[in-house]
């Protein structure tokens, strides 16, 4: 098993920035990739960005691509986002995900992740 939990989620203002942190515990070598999604109220999470966990390559949606970036520190266990020019479309729960087995073509596949964080609340207002 792996345990995700994630912290950096506030409500900020349009065009600030914001840095989540999610910290993985467990059996977090068995993790091939981890990554974000989101889920705004009434509608179902949605990919934003992945890393692979050894590599470090990276995978972003187009709706965050150039404002977003997503890292990982191997030794700390920990994966990040950090988020720049945040806009009101962008306020979500946001959620931090581990992937055991990564596959690019399905990377945006909420069903591809096996362990899934409790989330953390983004709010950006105009």
């Known amino acids: 098993q792996v345990q995700l939990v994630e912290s950096g989620g506030g409500l900020v203002q349009t065009g600030d920035s914001l840095k989540l942190s999610c910290a993985a515990s467990?059996?977090?070598?068995?993790?091939?990739?981890m990554g974000w999604f989101r889920q705004a109220p009434g509608k179902d999470p949605v990919f934003v960005a992945a890393?692979?966990?050894?590599?470090?390559?990276?995978y972003y949606a187009d709706s965050v691509k150039g404002r977003f970036t997503i890292s990982r520190d191997n030794v700390k266990n920990a994966l990040y986002l950090q988020m720049n020019n945040l806009k009101p479309e962008d306020t979500a729960v946001y959620y931090c995900?581990?992937?055991?087995?990564?596959?690019?073509?399905?990377?945006?596949?909420?069903?591809?992740?096996?362990?899934w964080g409790q989330g953390t609340q983004v709010t950006v207002s105009s």
């Open positions: 890393i692979t966990w050894n590599r470090g390559n990276t």
């Open positions: 995900a581990a992937a055991v087995r990564f596959n690019i073509a399905t990377m945006t596949w909420r069903t591809e992740y096996n362990y």
């Open positions: 467990g059996r977090t070598f068995s993790v091939d990739a």
